[in-house]
């Protein structure tokens, strides 16, 4: 995760409070989607931006998993992520994701 968005996650946690934010990822590798599921959870990793020795807890889903799927109109999906669902890895996305939720969040939806 770049310096810009660790800035801008970390700015609407603390303006709308941890508890308040979830954070959508829709990395297309399973271990680029775990790194910034742990920045924004736990705190980066490499310790270069913003959320370096920051652990904001927060939710962090990626939008392959069902808590965030069945948010979305089916005809808007098959749109905009049915290709990408045939051609990734959805469950391997979604366990790196919920792996370090489950791991590092404070907080679900």
Do not use: C, P, Q
């Given at each position: 995760?770049?310096?810009q968005n660790q800035q801008r996650v970390k700015d609407a946690a603390e303006?709308?409070?941890?508890e308040n934010v979830v954070v959508i990822l829709g990395s297309s590798d399973a271990e680029?989607?775990?790194i910034y599921a742990e920045t924004v959870?736990?705190?980066d990793p490499t310790y270069a931006g913003p959320l370096a020795g920051v652990p904001?807890?927060?939710a962090v889903y990626h939008m392959f998993e069902p808590e965030i799927k069945e948010e979305v109109d089916p005809a808007v999906w098959e749109e905009q992520m049915g290709m990408m669902e045939m051609v990734l890895d959805p469950?391997?996305?979604s366990q790196a994701v919920a792996k370090m939720r489950e791991q590092c969040s404070k907080y679900t939806l």
């Open positions: 995760m770049d310096l303006k709308f409070g941890a680029g989607a775990e959870a736990n705190g904001l807890g927060l469950e391997a996305l």
